[in-house]
């Protein structure tokens, strides 16, 4: 499975940091591919159920939306 640099941990990690006092909204990334998105919503705080979607681009790239 495809790790996440310390970078992109962070990045989620802040995004959790600043909906803190619980309001969720829906965020949008892109990664290079398929494992990627994965390894990216998986990463603590991984989303639950419902809470993500994943497309594939034209380009092979992933838009994934999550709620965060």
Request: charged share 25%; proline share 4%; hydrophobic share 35%.
């Given at each position: 499975?495809?790790?996440?640099?310390?970078?992109?941990?962070?990045?989620?990690?802040?995004?959790?940091?600043?909906?803190?006092?619980?309001?969720?909204?829906?965020?949008?990334?892109?990664?290079?591919?398929?494992?990627?998105?994965?390894?990216?919503?998986?990463?603590?705080p991984a989303?639950?159920?419902?809470?993500?979607?994943?497309?594939t681009r034209?380009?092979?790239?992933?838009?994934v939306v999550?709620?965060?």
């Amino acid at each position: 499975m495809t790790q996440l640099n310390e970078s992109d941990v962070e990045l989620k990690r802040s995004m959790a940091r600043n909906t803190a006092d619980g309001t969720k909204t829906w965020r949008h990334t892109v990664r290079p591919d398929a494992d990627a998105a994965a390894a990216f919503l998986n990463t603590s705080p991984a989303q639950g159920p419902g809470e993500a979607t994943i497309t594939t681009r034209t380009d092979g790239q992933i838009d994934v939306v999550f709620l965060m």
